[in-house]
């Protein structure tokens, strides 16, 4: 197993929003989580990124048999996780090309491997922005300042190419998109993650990413817990009946 | 009839505004200061000027300049203001007609040291230019010290200058100083002043420690794009390397 929460409650700033929320993904996997405004799937990104404030209360995950809530932040992403922002953070005056650099030789330098020569960086940020058809001028621009909605989420994917995790956690990486950049996102999250050695957590509201990312699993998420778990189907029937009937049933 | 001498000239209390903020104790064991240093630009002239302030661990450096900038003329001053128990560096200037004086100016501080940057700019004539761009990072128990006055006279139309500044604090024990203060006696003139005082950008760090960004680095980028910038133009490029890898070894030494 990659992946495994088990009855994971967490609150944020006392607040309960997880309520015992447990799910497996196995290698080879791609999960979508939907569910109403307010369920807890960003929520469920965040605490599983660690970010500070987002404080886990019960339960516990594991990511490839190592306790996930025992690392900091850094150490998730020099583990092989990956979080995929729903609203990239803007730094004026890093340049994508740098913080991109940085992040990657600490993620090597974490797991024992020689730093990437700045050569051979720019040939593999050349490749990925190509695959996400990114124009390299905007990598050496700072990172998502004055960059389009759409813009953002395709940097985001790069990013993603270019750290070439084990677990990619995608909140909400479909919304801002129009249907042609949605296309592209699409492709570039299989051809990067669509992999036997790796999985990808999908979490949206709507079920047109999931034309182009097709789901093994869909999960639904309401009130801080998994209700209803099913195969891609059950996508099609959330998008039809709405959440609320879903969730009742 | 007596005469004060300069070496009898009496240590400075908090009483005065310029001294406010300064460090008086250490002040006192270097009392006096060692006299102004005079830069003079003619007329039409170009100059560049540079000050590292790296006093050793203890020591206390007071620089005073005292700089007539002469019609048409203009100078570029950069400072990295680092050193010492107490360091503080002054400037007294004064702009002919059509005169520009551009200072770009930074301030590192850590552990229990004061640092200043002290400005008094003079726009004695009309058509005269000024910039002052301050960006200031203290950690620990530093504190750091923007005092700059822009006075204009009655005669000094067509007046433009400015002074920005940015101080960012590491530590809730750290301190930061701004007080632009502006004299004007012309009516047609042109001042602007900023000045923010602010902490590193915890989405930011966030966002970068998500990508495996340990916080080491990821504080030392954002504080190096905090201040990049201010050694930008330094025309010597040996004098820019000095300046700015002396700011960022200051600066790993303070995350």
């Known amino acids: ?169 995608l909140d909400e990486t479909d919304s801002g998109l129009d249907i042609d950049a949605l296309k592209i996102v699409g492709a570039g999250i299989n051809a990067i993650m669509r992999k036997p050695d790796k999985a990808v957590l999908l979490i949206t509201h709507y079920q047109r990413l999931l034309d182009y990312v097709k789901p093994d699993f869909v999960h639904v998420l309401a009130a801080g817990r998994i209700v209803k778990s099913g195969g891609p189907e059950l996508a099609l029937e959330l998008e039809r009946e709405g959440y609320a009937e879903v969730v009742a049933a | 009839m007596t005469t004060l001498s300069l070496a009898a000239r009496p240590l400075p209390t908090r009483r005065a505004e310029e ?88 301030i590192i501080g850590s552990g229990e040291q004061t640092l200043e940057i002290i400005t008094s700019v003079t726009h004695a004539e009309p058509d005269a230019t000024s910039g002052q761009t301050i960006r200031s990072i203290l950690g620990q128990r530093a504190t750091g010290s923007y005092l700059g006055s822009i006075n204009v006279a009655r005669d000094a139309q067509r007046t433009d200058a400015f002074q920005s500044v940015k101080a960012m604090l590491l530590d809730r024990t750290a301190t930061a100083n701004v007080k632009p203060e ?26 970068m420690a998500s990508r495996g960004m340990d916080p080491a680095t990821a504080k030392t980028l954002l504080l190096k794009a905090f201040v990049a910038g201010v050694f930008d133009d330094v025309v010597d490029e040996a004098v820019k390397d000095r300046l700015e890898s002396a700011a960022l070894a200051k600066l790993e030494r303070l995350v």
């Open chain 1, 1 to 169: 197993m990659m992946l495994t929460i088990e009855n994971l409650t967490n609150e944020i700033d006392g607040k309960a929003i997880l309520k015992g929320l447990s799910l497996s993904i196995k290698a080879g996997e791609i999960h979508a989580i939907m569910g109403p405004n307010g369920a807890g799937k960003s929520t469920l990104a965040y605490t599983l990124g660690g970010r500070p404030g987002y404080q886990v209360t019960g339960g516990n995950a594991s990511f490839n048999g190592v306790n996930l809530f025992s690392l900091e932040p850094h150490e998730r992403a020099a583990a092989g996780l990956f979080l995929g922002f729903q609203y990239p953070v803007e730094i004026p005056g890093v340049s994508n090309l740098q913080f991109l650099r940085e992040s990657l030789n600490s993620q090597r330098k974490a797991c024992g491997q020689e730093p990437l020569s700045g050569g051979e960086f720019i040939k593999l940020a050349k490749e990925k922005a190509a695959l996400l058809g990114l124009d390299m001028e905007m990598l050496k621009r700072p990172v998502n300042v004055g960059f389009s909605g759409g813009e953002k989420k395709r940097a985001e994917m790069v990013q993603m190419g270019i750290l070439d995790p084990k677990l990619a956690i």
């Open chain 2, 182 to 207: 502006l004299e004007i006696y012309a009516d047609d003139v042109k001042c602007a002043h900023g000045a923010t005082v602010g902490e590193l950008d915890k989405q930011a760090l966030f966002y």
């Open chain 2, 19 to 106: 001294w406010r903020y300064s460090d008086l104790d250490a002040l006192a064991a270097i009392w006096p200061t060692p006299a102004p240093t005079h830069i003079d630009v003619a007329a039409g002239e170009t100059a560049h000027h540079h000050l590292l302030q790296d006093a050793g661990e203890g020591a206390a450096a007071v620089h005073d300049y005292v700089i007539s900038i002469a019609d048409g003329a203009r100078l570029d001053f950069h400072l990295l203001n680092i050193g010492g128990k107490f360091g503080r560096v002054a400037f007294t200037v004064t702009l002919g007609r059509g005169a520009h004086f551009e200072l770009n100016g930074a």
